[in-house]
């Protein structure tokens, strides 16, 4: 809607600040949406809604995986202590 009918106002904020009344939102709301439209159609660069999408699977699958390995990390140090601890068998 911004783009469409930037024309009919002074600049872009102005457009926005116009349409963000009507619709009930933050002008700065509308104009990160504006931003994010241009990114995906390649007008401004900046990752698209795509690669942010997958930037935040990839992240929550590292941290996913380093809590695995912090938790095989702490089984394996009590195991490793158990083992100590048991009597020697002759």
């Known amino acids: 809607m911004v783009l469409e009918h930037q024309g009919e ?9 116009s349409i963000a009344a ?4 933050s002008g ?3 104009r990160n949406w504006v ?4 990114r995906d ?3 401004r660069a900046g990752p698209t809604t795509d690669e942010r ?9 590292v941290r996913e995986l380093r809590q695995a390995n912090e938790i095989l990390r702490k089984a394996s140090a009590y195991f490793a202590q158990a083992e100590l601890d048991r009597p020697f068998k002759r």
């Open 41 to 43: 159609q390649g007008q």
């Open 28 to 30: 700065e709301t509308l």
């Open 53 to 61: 999408e997958r930037i935040k699977a990839r992240e929550r699958e």
């Open 9 to 17: 106002h002074d600049s872009q904020y102005g457009a926005i600040r």
């Open 35 to 38: 931003r994010q439209a241009k």
């Open 22 to 25: 009507k619709i009930g939102c």
